[in-house]
């Protein structure tokens, strides 16, 4: 059985149904990693946000698709956002993405004040 839960916020569910089966898979496997406390070699930290955020990247047919969550949380991982990098600017989030990253984020963070708690 999984540690902790997963929740998805916002239609980032929805969103990641969408996507290729290949990443779907990669995506999948990455968060039950996360679910149990685990690394998953290829995630990065997403820099600039309280608490950190995790970034896991599959290159599918030519395209990015990228899926951001934060495992601070002691019983629950929160699946922010699923989406296809559509920017040119190298590895930086599109503004679009990084708003509705920020947005979800901030309803995480009131999620979690009225009745979760943070990780150590």
């Not at 902790?4 to 149904?17: P, Q, V």
């Not at 290829?42 to 047919?61: F, Q, R, S, V």
């Not at 708003?99 to 984020?105: G, K, M, Q, S």
Request: hydrophobic residues 30%; contains cysteine; proline residues 3%.
């Amino acid at each position: 059985m999984d540690r902790r839960e997963i929740r998805w916020i916002g239609s980032s569910y929805k969103d990641l149904c969408a996507m290729p089966i290949e990443v779907r898979q990669t995506f999948g496997y990455a968060l039950g990693l996360a679910q149990n406390d685990l690394p998953y070699d290829h995630a990065k930290t997403l820099t600039g946000y309280k608490p950190n955020l995790i970034e896991i990247l599959e290159d599918d047919d030519g395209d990015t698709y990228r899926a951001v969550y934060t495992a601070h949380f002691e019983d629950r991982i929160y699946v922010l956002h699923c989406f296809k990098k559509k920017s040119t600017s190298g590895r930086n989030l599109p503004k679009r993405d990084k708003e509705t990253i920020e947005a979800r984020l901030t309803e995480v963070r009131r999620l979690e004040a009225a009745g979760g708690r943070a990780k150590g």
